[in-house]
């Protein structure tokens, strides 16, 4: 609760051009986790079979179940800052409509609580992957020594 009356505070002196500015910045930063994504996929399919192995085969699963999730979630939040990029005329017209430019800032409120949640989930996900991998390649590497 605390974090979300210190990002309430800290919407209320926003303006439309930082707004723009984070808007631009997360889609930035999604985009670039899309690829990522991709990234995984392909690292996944290289991977097929060490990951089927029996004794991991249940964490493994679960571990890319979560990427695709995480890849449908990433979708999902790059539709939602389109969409709320594209309201920011709300903002900057010289029309004084408080109710929608208050709904507007709560909005811009919950996607930096929802963004900063996906990236925090997003670098867990990301280091549980990695820690695999890093445990397959010394696995080989050990099997090529021997």
Do not use: C, G
């Not at 192995?53 to 695709?68: L, T």
């Not at 999902?76 to 929608?100: G, R, S, T």
């Amino acid at each position: 609760m605390k974090n979300a009356q210190t990002h309430s505070r800290y919407v209320d002196w926003l303006n439309a051009d930082q707004m723009h500015k984070n808007s631009k910045e997360w889609l930035s930063e999604l985009r670039f986790i899309k690829d990522e994504h991709l990234f995984f996929e392909d690292l996944i399919k290289s991977y097929t079979l060490d990951l089927l192995e029996p004794p991991k085969f249940v964490h493994n699963k679960e571990i890319i179940d979560k990427i695709s999730k995480s890849k449908k979630r990433n979708k999902l939040l790059i539709k939602a800052i389109k969409v709320h990029a594209n309201k920011l005329q709300i903002m900057l017209d010289e029309i004084e409509q408080p109710k929608e430019e208050e709904a507007y800032k709560k909005e811009h409120l919950n996607l930096i609580i929802d963004i900063s949640e996906f990236e925090k989930k997003y670098r867990i996900l990301k280091m549980e992957l990695f820690d695999i991998i890093k445990t397959i390649k010394k696995h080989q590497k050990q099997i090529l020594l021997i």
